[in-house]
């Protein structure tokens, strides 16, 4: 359930509840009230928990999101968000609660910040953590706070582990690599790009290779999954919110755009490029160098940039290379 501390600093004077199984509309919030319940269904017919914060693209029931534009109103409202917080008021949908203040984000925000709040590292460990017995950490790995480490994983010198990571059992992470680093992910205005607060984790699966020098996301609100028994070679960026399958294979030089999900054994050849909110079909092999902007179907082999069926590619680079000659004579 939500945590009432949030709610009080963003909340107050400026902020309406609205139910549509209710008339009541409060401009103010009764701080002695808030700090005693988590809910907010004091205002309401029917009880209503926070369960979570999420962005639109994954929300669930139980979920507060945001939203500022207008445009985006009606998607939110049809969403499976419990709690939506925007900035004009509006008819509210049944089984929902809209929190109407000046600044969604602000408000959004800090309610990730409340949850998820930034820490400075005094040691190598935190206590928090659980590393399993058999785990091998080697010299200068930093562990944050609440990271569980699974059975028989080897750690190597100078990898992080951000906050609340999850490592499960029979990995291997080589030198220099960073688990949890902040989302890149900022909303414009007129001041100039604001970041947003990361307050997602990476999950890594069981048997799970993840080579030297390379960075891992989390999600913004969400999880950065890598399925068990995929491997990764150095020098890759997995993205915010990536979801890999199982049994994956990329090579050196592989970067995945933020919430683009992969399926099971797919094989990303060297210096592939993947954009942002792609589906990736199982099975899917793609050579190296490509491109790919656009989602990708099941059992297929990809090649060039923008990224199609190779059969195809190596036909028209074929043709290519007959005009050229054709052409110099």
């Known amino acids: 359930a939500a945590d009432s501390r949030l709610f009080l ?24 009230l808030l700090s005693k319940l ?20 994954k929300v669930e029931e139980g979920d507060i999101i945001f939203v500022d534009v207008e445009k985006y109103f009606k998607k939110s409202l049809e969403s499976a968000a419990t709690i939506i917080i925007l900035n004009k008021k509006v ?10 203040c000046k600044n969604p984000f602000k408000a959004y925000d800090a309610l990730v910040e409340n949850f998820r709040p930034k820490t400075h590292y005094t040691k190598d460990y935190s206590d928090s953590s659980q590393i399993h017995l058999t785990a091998i950490i080697d010299r200068n790995v930093v562990i944050g706070n609440h990271v569980s480490i699974g059975k028989n994983c080897r750690i ?16 291997e992470i080589q030198a220099n690599t960073t688990i949890g680093s902040d989302a890149f992910y900022f909303k414009s205005t ?55 399958g199982k049994k994956c294979l990329m090579a050196a030089q592989v970067g995945i755009g933020g919430k683009t999900i992969v399926g ?66």
């Open 9 to 32: 600093k963003y909340f107050s004077t400026s902020t309406k509840i609205i139910s549509p199984s209710s008339t009541l509309c409060i401009s103010l919030i009764p701080v002695a």
């Open 38 to 57: 988590p809910i907010i269904s004091a205002f309401i017919d029917f009880a209503i928990f926070e369960t979570g914060i999420n962005e639109i693209h």
């Open 91 to 100: 008819d509210c949908p049944i089984g929902k609660t809209l929190l109407i």
């Open 156 to 171: 190597h010198s100078n990898v992080v582990i951000e906050d609340y990571s999850i490592i499960g059992d029979n990995v």
């Open 190 to 244: 007129k001041k100039g790009y604001q970041k947003w607060t990361s307050g997602g984790r990476v999950i890594i699966e069981n048997d799970v290779l993840i080579g030297a020098n390379c960075s891992i996301a989390k999600g913004v609100s969400g999880d950065t999954i890598i399925g068990a028994g995929s491997k990764l070679d150095c020098q890759i960026h997995i993205g915010h919110g990536v979801v890999i």
């Open 264 to 329: 099971n054994n797919v094989v990303l050849y060297g210096q592939v490029g993947v954009s942002q909110n792609i589906v990736i079909g199982d099975n899917v092999v793609v050579l190296a160098k490509s491109g790919i902007s656009k989602d990708l179907k099941s059992d297929t082999t990809y090649f060039g940039y923008p990224a199609q069926e190779a059969r195809v590619a190596y036909k028209e680079l074929a043709v290519l290379r007959r005009m050229g000659r054709n052409g110099m004579k």
